[in-house]
Nanobody, 132 residues
Framework: VQLVESGGGLVQPGGSLRLSCAAS?????????MSWVRQAPGKGLEWVSS????????YYADSVKGRFTISRDNAKNTLYLQMNSLKSEDTAQYYC?????????????????????????WGQGTQVTVSS
């Protein structure tokens, strides 16, 4: 499984960015969850948003709700994160990650402070810096 993020960069407060995560090399027979997780300098992992392989439900951390939108394009095997009204506290390395739920549905919600072991695969990350 390979996850490759892109779209990060330097943006002024109030600006927007769209992150992409191209996924390849997996054919899960069960449901899976794809998430965006970020890590600010000197801090631990912080869950940002998740979407499941089925249905249309999306989940967001309170800190990004109303500003960020997660989506996926199944035909392109690509996960997106549209980030609007960016703040300096959004500065972090952003990772996409995938978890094989091993069942027809994912019965657990993502953890607010995940560990690397919570997901089966991670991308290399893309840096987002919000600064004037």
């Amino acid at each position: 499984v390979q996850l490759v993020e892109s779209g990060g960069g330097l943006v002024q407060p109030g600006g927007s960015l769209r992150l992409s995560c191209a996924a390849s090399g997996f054919t899960f027979s069960s449901a899976y969850m794809m998430s965006w997780v970020r890590q600010a300098p000197g801090k631990g992992l912080e869950w940002v948003s998740s979407i499941y392989s089925y249905g249309s439900n999306t989940y967001y951390a309170d800190s990004v709700k109303g500003r960020f939108t997660i989506s996926r394009d199944n035909a392109k095997n690509t996960l997106y994160l549209q980030m609007n009204s960016l703040k300096s506290e959004d500065t972090a390395q952003y990772y996409c990650a995938i978890k094989n739920c091993g069942a027809p549905f994912c019965y657990s919600l993502p953890r607010r402070q995940p560990s690397w072991g919570d997901y089966n695969n991670w991308g290399q990350g893309t840096q987002v810096t919000v600064s004037s």
